[in-house]
């Protein structure tokens, strides 16, 4: 029910990225190192998450990703839940329909099916 009324896209880099049938909702770059930080977390890596960070993506020692998430409608059930996936919402920009915040990196996907 969320997932089809209100997210649109995740995206990182600050690209939003189209949602049309068959387009993709997580930018490329946020499945790649999500991807790599999970080997990392399955492997027993004593090397912190934040290491991931790069110039472009932001990744703190918990491993949340910081994601920008465009939705259709931002209100308080959307909002609601993004927090209910663990999402830490940061900032709230209704006239672009993007809230900003950090992600847990095991999330990415789920929030976006």
């Known amino acids: 029910m969320f997932k089809r009324r209100f997210l649109c896209s995740l995206l990182v880099l600050g690209v ?3 949602t049309w049938a068959g387009e993709e909702k997580i ?3 946020l499945q790649k190192l999500c991807r790599k ?3 990392q977390a399955r492997a027993g890596s004593a090397v912190p998450f934040s290491a991931q960070s790069t110039r472009r993506a932001r990744v703190n020692d918990a491993g949340f990703v910081q994601v920008y998430v465009k939705l259709a409608k931002i209100d308080a059930a959307a909002l609601g839940l993004l ?3 663990g999402f830490q919402v940061e900032i709230v920009n209704r006239d672009l329909g993007v809230v900003q915040g950090r992600l847990p990196f095991n999330q990415v996907e789920n929030l976006s099916e």
């Open 83 to 85: 927090r209910d996936h």
């Open 27 to 29: 930018d490329p770059r």
């Open 37 to 39: 930080m999970a080997r």
């Open 16 to 18: 939003v990225l189209p």
